[in-house]
């Protein structure tokens, strides 16, 4: 198998992020360029990848929309009983907070 560049591509094996990292399949069959230095997916295999992943439904349990509250001088946002379980989040535990864009935080917590 050639790269469009030309170059003979390389089989790797990579792992696969889907909706922002919650869910990652390990050990994908890949093509690598060295020359591009691009990893190229067979059509076939990511979007077989793409249907299963998207079947998975434990992933919208945990989405919830929720009021911002404000506290203090600060906005709080509520996590729900479900999330807050699953990511064992505590009163006082510590998080980080990063601002991606306007409509996109991040919380990691500790
Ligand atoms: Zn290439």
Do not use: H, W
């Amino acid at each position: 198998m050639k790269c469009v560049c030309g170059s003979g591509l390389k089989e790797i094996r990579t792992d696969l992020d889907f909706f922002d990292g919650s869910v990652v399949v390990r050990n994908v069959k890949a093509f690598y360029c060295p020359e591009c230095k691009e990893e190229l997916f067979d059509s076939k295999e990511g979007d077989r990848l793409t249907e299963q992943v998207s079947k998975l439904d434990f992933v919208r349990p945990f989405e919830s929309r929720k009021k911002i509250a404000k506290v203090g001088n600060s906005y709080a946002i509520p996590v729900s009983k479900e999330i807050a379980e699953y990511m064992q989040v505590k009163k006082g535990g510590e998080i980080r907070v990063k601002v991606q864009s306007p409509k996109r935080l991040i919380v990691d917590f500790a």
